[in-house]
Structures are given as C-alpha cells and as structure tokens.
T-cell receptor, first 110, second 112 residues
Framework: DAKTTQPTSMDCAEGRAANLPCNHS???????VYWYRQIHSQGPQYIIH???NNETNEMASLIITEDRKSSTLILPHATLRDTAVYYC???????????FGSGTQLTVLP | DTAVSQTPKYLVTQMGNDKSIKCEQN?????MYWYKQDSKKFLKIMFS???????INETVPNRFSPKSPDKAHLNLHINSLELGDSAVYFC???????????FGSGTRLTVV
C-alpha cells in the first residue's frame, strides 16, 4: 500500500473552511484515497473517498490532484464538533484491511 | 439502531483474568474486524473475518481468540490478561472488503 504523509496538527477558525492536505506520491493507479476521522473517544468515522475525480458529499469535499500524488479534504464550514484526528488512507481493492497512520489533529477554534 | 455495537463499553479487570468483548453489526456486511488502539493512539488491525472465515490474523498473542458465530457477530476473547492489553478495542465491518468501514464506539479495557 502507498504511504501517506499528513501534517501532525492544524487549527481552523469556526465557520471557515478547513483544508487538510495529504501526500501520497507513490500511489498506484488502482488505489483509492479514503478519509476517516476520529473524534475523541469515539470510533473512526468514514468521511469520503475517491479514485481520480473530485468528490463531494454532505460532510466534505475531496480534491485529488491530476497526478494523484496528493489530495485535500475540505470541510467547508468547520464547527467545533469537527475537532478530531483526520486520517488519509490509500487503499486498494485487494487490500485486506485499512491501515491507519498517525493522521492530522484538527482543532477548530471558536 | 446502532450499526456496529460493542459490549461492554468499559471493562476493568485484574491481571490473569479471562474476558470477552462482543460485537454485532446490523448492516448486513460480510466482513468484520477487530482493531486495537493503544495509549499512543495508533490503530492496528488484529483480526478480520469474512463470512465467518478468518482472513487476517496479525501478530497478536495467542491469548487473543476471535470467534464469529455468524457473519453479524465477531467476539474477542482474551485469556490471562496482562497490563499491556490495556487499550481501546474497536470492532468494524465492511461489505465485500471495501474500504468504507463502519466502526463501533469502542471498548476501553483496563487491566490492573
């Protein structure tokens, strides 16, 4: 599986967009980019995933660069409840499990 | 209805005891997982079952034994508990081993 690199921590003002970057320069053509988050003391929560195209759902948007070597998760209007650790994971269909890295601690400030 | 439910939520026990954690999912998923999150917050896969068949068994002491009576349940039994087993254990499920997992809320195990 391709490895990912994420900043250790980020801050964002409440109501502003939170942009969380992820580098996955060794990603293969059949590997997806998945994003999860873990709010303190809770189980990880699936956010969004994509292969090549940008994706949007009710929670977030995922922007994948054309060369697929990096991506950005966008929370359009961050709230205090979005404070969590965000994990960027590269996953391929033949993988037997999701492998979590250390993620980015996002703190939304009032 | 809770999609993936684990019981108990908290478990405090003495060294040497045997304990079980139960997990049930009502999503109709065919694959279930156990993850361990230690004090450093790293999430590590322990086991995975697909349609009651063990498909992942990472380097975990054989004191840990998963049991899947049916595809909706995956229980974790731990023998001779040690201090180092203290962690949060998460159950998860997915369909067709796809990457969209649904996790339970975790079981915080404390061994004293």
């Amino acid at each position: 599986d391709a490895k990912t690199t994420q900043p250790t921590s980020m801050d964002c003002a409440e109501g502003r967009a939170a942009n969380l970057p992820c580098n996955h320069s060794t990603i293969s053509g059949n590997e997806y980019v998945y994003w999860y988050r873990q709010i303190h003391s809770q189980g990880p929560q699936y956010i969004i995933h994509g292969l090549k195209n940008n994706e949007t759902n009710e929670m977030a948007s995922l922007i994948i660069t054309e060369d697929r070597k990096s991506s950005t998760l966008i929370l359009p209007h961050a709230t205090l409840r979005d404070t969590a650790v965000y994990y960027c994971i590269v996953w391929v269909g033949s993988a037997r499990q999701l492998t979590f890295g250390s993620g980015t601690q996002l703190t939304v400030l009032p | 209805d809770t999609a993936v439910s684990q019981t108990p939520k908290y478990l405090v026990t003495q060294m040497g005891n045997d304990k079980s954690i139960k997990c049930e999912q009502n999503l109709g998923h065919d694959t279930m997982y156990w993850y361990k999150q230690d004090s450093k917050k790293f999430l590590k896969i322990m086991f995975s079952y697909n349609n009651k068949e063990l498909i992942i068994n990472e380097t975990v002491p054989n004191r840990f034994s998963p049991k899947s009576p049916d595809k909706a349940h995956l229980n974790l039994h731990i023998n001779s508990l040690e201090l180092g087993d203290s962690a949060v254990y998460f159950c998860a499920s997915s369909q067709d081993r796809r990457g969209g997992y649904t996790f339970g809320s975790g079981t915080r195990l404390t061994v004293v």
